[in-house]
């Protein structure tokens, strides 16, 4: 019987990257913009430098979490599991900072370029939680070929009889 595959899906790694490139680009092009034109900072949330921080904390929290779901097996579960949670806080807080823009009227492009990135943040976040669960289960041990771990096939331990 065929064992379940740990592997992300084929062309998953491309769109993981895809995913990570286009929401550091948002995050760094928004907090570009409010360094360097004081009417997209006056519509911040935080102002500017506060907004500023988010966005660097969103732009290297989401490069880490793309760094953590492209490669899971080489860290323990509780990283990712904190990289999951970083993640939903950086995309809570960066969907705030949007919403302001959104509120704002005049910089709602700016909002839409945030929440987009948000999104893309949140998206790596459900992946590293999907391969989370999926090799917190025991199935990684077995899969790498751990011959302490028991098989999940539980037939495979019997001997004939």
Request: hydrophobic share 55%.
């Amino acid at each position: 019987m065929a064992q379940p595959s740990t592997a992300p899906p084929r062309g998953g790694r491309t769109l993981l990257a895809l995913w990570g490139f286009i929401a550091a680009l948002g995050f760094a092009g928004a907090a570009l913009l409010c360094s360097v034109s004081s009417e997209v900072a006056g519509s911040a949330v935080f102002g500017s430098p506060g907004t500023q921080a988010v966005l660097a904390v969103a732009l290297l929290m989401t490069l880490a979490g793309t760094v953590v779901a492209w490669r899971p097996a080489g860290f323990p579960v509780r990283v990712r599991q904190f990289a999951v949670l970083l993640l939903a806080v950086v995309s809570g807080a960066t969907t705030v900072v949007a919403v302001g823009f959104f509120a704002g009227g005049e910089w709602a492009d700016v909002g839409i370029l945030l929440l987009q990135s948000a999104v893309f943040a949140a998206v790596i976040a459900t992946r590293i939680s999907r391969l989370s669960t999926v090799r917190a289960s025991g199935l990684e041990r077995h899969v790498a070929g751990d011959p302490g771990q028991a098989s999940a096939n539980p037939a495979a331990g019997r001997t004939a009889e």
